[in-house]
DNA sequence: CGCTGTCAAGACGAA
DNA sequence: TTCGTCTTGACAGCG
């Protein structure tokens, strides 16, 4: 028996006006003369960004979604040293209580995928510097909703720089350097073009990072194409963690853009996947990342409704046997 | 009003 | 070494 959790990215293309991504860039800030009316700017947007992502999760709960990753992009500008003075999260605590606490109400699985220019493994050092600054932003929002910062902010391994084999022993090198409170809310994905599942699970057993399954990128990116005689060590990189084991679902474009996401998921693709995982663990949160974000999902679901032996306990939780 | 180019951030490969 | 591309949603600017 194992319970499966369909979740979406960041937007809905279902809900209107909803962007939880509104920005002010580093260029329209500075030309805005009065600083304060500028930080006004920003705070206003992210404000609007904060009570967008609410009305998303309460959109989700509406239609039985619990798990959710949130935009990387709330608070625009935060990360940018020239707003290192600014103390957002002083200012926008009360916002982030309100949706951390409806969150945690309605038993929801929140988390973040900061951009690709969080690279733990790069060999320079103002670049590792910055990632680790987007850490630091990425916990304070977690820790401003009250959300237990472990786990939640998924992450490549990174570039190769010219020698594989080095780079990844480079990431461990890197993490030396981060204080465990941020190490903590990191997990590995496997990427498309570089680092495969043997990779990360070096990485992730070493560690003890738990490990997210990209299926689509296994697909462009492997060793074995045979994913599931790598499936008990990917569960047992979770064994220490507060929350279940999650799964990234896509799928290619076309033969010709196979890495890109195509509007949909290929519902067979996913029952297969279903029955390989089906009474391995006791629950597993499926990130649907396409184009077409919660209408994918929704479609997903309408076509697992048509399996007798799926037992729906919400519109995207199901339990099989 | 709608289309196009630009936007903080990195990596990579072609020229 | 420099430049375009990747990828992506928002937005400013232009016609």
Same mark, same amino acid.
């Given at each position: 028996?194992?319970?499966?959790?369909?979740? *979406?990215?960041?937007?809905?293309?279902?809900?209107?006006?909803?962007?939880?991504?509104? &920005?002010?860039?580093?260029?329209?800030?500075?030309?805005?003369?009065?600083?304060?009316?500028?930080? !006004? /700017?920003?705070?206003? #947007?992210?404000?609007?960004?904060?009570?967008?992502?609410?009305?998303?999760?309460?959109?989700?709960?509406?239609?039985?979604?619990?798990?959710?990753?949130?935009?990387?992009?709330?608070?625009?500008?935060?990360?940018?040293?020239?707003?290192? +003075?600014?103390?957002?999260?002083?200012?926008? &605590?009360?916002?982030?209580?309100?949706?951390?606490? *409806?969150?945690?109400? /309605? !038993?929801?699985? #929140?988390?973040?995928?900061?951009?690709?220019?969080?690279?733990?493994?790069?060999?320079?050092?103002?670049?590792?510097?910055?990632?680790? *600054?987007?850490?630091?932003?990425?916990?304070?929002?977690?820790?401003?909703?009250?959300?237990?910062?472990?786990?939640?902010?998924?992450?490549?391994?990174?570039?190769?720089?010219?020698?594989?084999?080095?780079?990844?022993?480079?990431?461990?090198?890197?993490?030396?350097?981060?204080?465990?409170?941020?190490?903590?809310?990191?997990?590995?994905?496997?990427?498309?073009? &570089?680092?495969?599942?043997?990779?990360?699970? *070096?990485?992730?057993?070493?560690?003890? #990072?738990?490990?997210?399954?990209?299926?689509?990128?296994?697909?462009?990116?492997?060793?074995?194409?045979?994913? &599931?005689?790598?499936?008990?060590?990917?569960?047992?990189?979770?064994?220490?963690?507060?929350?279940?084991? /999650?799964?990234?679902?896509?799928?290619?474009?076309?033969?010709?853009?196979?890495?890109?996401?195509?509007?949909?998921?290929?519902?067979?693709?996913?029952?297969?996947?279903?029955?390989?995982?089906?009474?391995?663990?006791?629950?597993?949160?499926?990130?649907?990342?396409?184009?077409?974000?919660?209408?994918?999902?929704?479609?997903?679901?309408? +076509?697992?409704?048509? +399996?007798?032996?799926?037992?729906?306990?919400? !519109?995207?939780?199901?339990?099989?046997?």
């Amino acid at each position: 028996m194992t319970l499966f959790r369909l979740g *979406y990215v960041s937007m809905s293309v279902q809900v209107e006006n909803c962007s939880p991504s509104q &920005t002010v860039t580093w260029k329209s800030f500075s030309n805005i003369s009065d600083r304060d009316a500028a930080i !006004g /700017k920003v705070r206003s #947007v992210a404000q609007s960004n904060i009570e967008n992502c609410l009305r998303l999760l309460k959109h989700n709960n509406a239609n039985g979604i619990k798990f959710f990753r949130m935009s990387s992009r709330i608070i625009p500008l935060a990360t940018h040293e020239e707003l290192a +003075d600014w103390d957002y999260k002083a200012e926008l &605590t009360p916002f982030f209580q309100e949706l951390g606490g *409806y969150a945690r109400k /309605k !038993g929801m699985r #929140v988390g973040f995928h900061p951009d690709h220019f969080v690279v733990l493994n790069t060999p320079k050092k103002e670049v590792l510097k910055q990632s680790i *600054y987007n850490l630091v932003y990425h916990y304070n929002m977690l820790a401003a909703m009250g959300e237990e910062p472990v786990h939640k902010c998924v992450l490549h391994i990174g570039g190769s720089y010219g020698n594989k084999e080095e780079s990844l022993e480079r990431f461990i090198e890197n993490w030396a350097k981060i204080s465990p409170r941020i190490q903590n809310t990191v997990i590995l994905e496997n990427d498309d073009k &570089t680092f495969n599942v043997e990779d990360v699970l *070096y990485l992730s057993e070493k560690l003890e #990072v738990p490990h997210v399954f990209d299926l689509h990128h296994h697909a462009a990116n492997h060793n074995d194409s045979d994913w &599931t005689k790598y499936w008990e060590r990917i569960v047992d990189t979770w064994k220490h963690s507060p929350s279940p084991v /999650k799964i990234h679902i896509s799928s290619p474009k076309s033969e010709k853009q196979f890495r890109a996401h195509a509007d949909y998921v290929d519902s067979e693709m996913f029952r297969q996947f279903m029955k390989e995982v089906s009474g391995t663990i006791p629950q597993v949160d499926c990130m649907i990342e396409a184009k077409q974000k919660d209408a994918a999902l929704f479609k997903l679901v309408e +076509d697992l409704k048509k +399996d007798p032996d799926i037992k729906w306990h919400e !519109g995207a939780v199901f339990e099989t046997q």
